[in-house]
C-alpha cells in the first residue's frame, strides 16, 4: 500500500501541531511516524515555499531510513527546489549520495546557476593547505569524501568547468 498504510480508508488528516510547509523538519530529523500519517494527504512530493522537499532535508541530513521510506512510496529523486537544487545538490553524506544515485539521481543535474552537485560541493572544499583548514574537522573529511565519490560517478567536466579547475579546487 502506498505510504505504509494499513487499511485502505483515506489517511488521517495532518495532526496540528505540524504545517505542512515544515512538514521537511520531520525528514530531516528521521520521524518517520509524523510522515507516515501526515505525506499521504499532502503528496509524497510536498515541498515549502522553496521547492524543499522531505526528500531534500532527508538527503541535507543522510536520513537513510526516511530516503528508503520516500522512495519506495514515489518520491522524485531528481525533484528540484526553487534553486533548481535536488536532493544531491543538498546531500552532504557519501551515504545519502551513493543511496540517491544507486535509486536513480541524476549526477548530471543543473540548478539555475548550471552547476552539478560535484560542482557545488567543490566549492565548499578547504584546501589542505589553507589556513582555515583542521585536519579534525568531520565535515570538511565527509565533504572531501562525497567530492571523490561524485567525481568518480559524475560525467566529465562541461567546458565551464574543466579539469584542470577541478584539481586546482582539490589541490589549493
Given at each position: ?28 530529523n ?64 557519501v ?7 544507486s ?11 548550471s ?34 565519490y ?13 579539469m ?9
Open positions: 500500500m502506498p505510504f505504509g498504510l494499513q487499511s485502505s480508508q483515506p489517511p488521517p488528516p495532518p495532526t496540528g501541531d505540524i504545517e505542512p510547509i515544515h512538514i521537511s523538519e520531520s525528514a530531516g528521521g520521524d518517520l511516524e509524523t510522515l507516515r500519517t501526515t505525506l499521504p494527504s499532502l503528496g509524497i512530493d510536498h515541498s515549502d515555499e522553496n521547492g524543499y522537499t522531505c526528500l531534500h532535508a532527508a538527503s541535507a541530513y543522510n536520513q537513510l531510513e526516511i530516503m528508503r521510506w520516500l522512495i519506495a512510496n514515489g518520491a522524485n529523486v531528481n525533484v528540484g527546489d526553487t534553486d533548481g537544487d535536488t536532493p544531491l545538490h543538498h546531500a552532504e553524506h551515504d545519502a549520495a551513493q543511496f540517491l544515485i535509486s536513480g539521481a541524476n549526477p548530471a543535474a543543473m540548478n539555475s546557476e552547476k552539478t552537485p560535484l560542482g557545488l560541493k567543490l566549492e565548499d572544499v578547504i584546501p589542505d593547505n589553507h589556513e582555515d583548514y583542521d585536519s579534525d574537522d568531520e565535515e570538511q573529511n565527509e565533504l572531501k569524501r562525497l567530492v571523490s561524485l567525481t568518480s560517478v559524475s560525467p566529465p567536466p562541461s567546458t565551464n568547468l574543466n584542470a579547475t577541478t584539481t586546482t579546487a582539490m589541490e589549493e
